[in-house]
């Protein structure tokens, strides 16, 4: 018997707000990114509860589930610490030929892209650029404009995340604020 039903999840084109059953929501401020900013002294000594940024999601399988896909959309704050932007923590997919796609909904940024050998690359983001990362690559967000960053995000359900490996090394290289621009600058 076929039929026809009504969309289970929206998303609003302009905020990127996420809404349907079971959307789930988790924020990150500043006291959870010790070690991930370049001026650890700087990010100790700002208000630990200042929210960086919040990603809502739906994951329509289980974690893990091979062939299935997940749904996110971030929304970094504004910021620095010191002269670094607000950012994500980035990290590695702990199954590491997985991919993803990140599309830019609002504001302005940059998606710093870091393959096995440790090269960076940033890819401008703006409303509406599309962005593929490829397997094997770290990748993290940074909000350079002065409103808030939304972008989605696509990646497998079996994909996994590695957060241990940024937060130990880091990327090689950081967006940095100097005289006004954002430049990507090498460790
Ligand atoms: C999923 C993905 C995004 C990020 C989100 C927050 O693989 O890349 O949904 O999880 O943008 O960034 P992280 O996870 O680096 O804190
Ligand atoms: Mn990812």
Request: net charge negative.
């Amino acid at each position: 018997m076929s039929y026809i039903t009504e969309p289970e999840h929206f998303f609003n084109g302009q905020k990127g707000s996420l809404r349907g059953n079971n959307v789930g929501s988790k924020k990150t401020y500043l006291k959870d990114l010790d070690g991930f900013f370049g001026d650890e002294k700087v990010r100790d000594s700002m208000n630990q509860d200042t929210l960086v940024y919040e990603v809502q999601y739906y994951f329509p399988v289980e974690d893990g589930r091979e062939g299935g896909l997940f749904f996110g959309i971030t929304t970094i704050n504004p910021g620095k610490v010191g002269d670094e932007y607000f950012m994500t923590k980035g990290h590695y997919h702990e199954k590491r030929d997985r991919g993803e796609y990140y599309w830019c909904i609002t504001g302005e940024g940059m998606l710093i892209l870091m393959d096995g050998e440790r090269n960076c690359r940033a890819e401008k983001m703006s409303p509406e650029s599309l962005h593929y990362i490829p397997g094997y690559t770290a990748h993290r967000v940074v909000n350079t404009g002065a409103a808030p960053l939304v972008f989605g995000a696509c990646w497998p359900a079996d994909a996994g995340h590695n957060y241990g490996e940024i937060k130990m090394r880091g990327f090689s290289a950081r967006v940095l604020d100097k005289d006004h621009e954002p430049m990507l600058i090498d460790e």
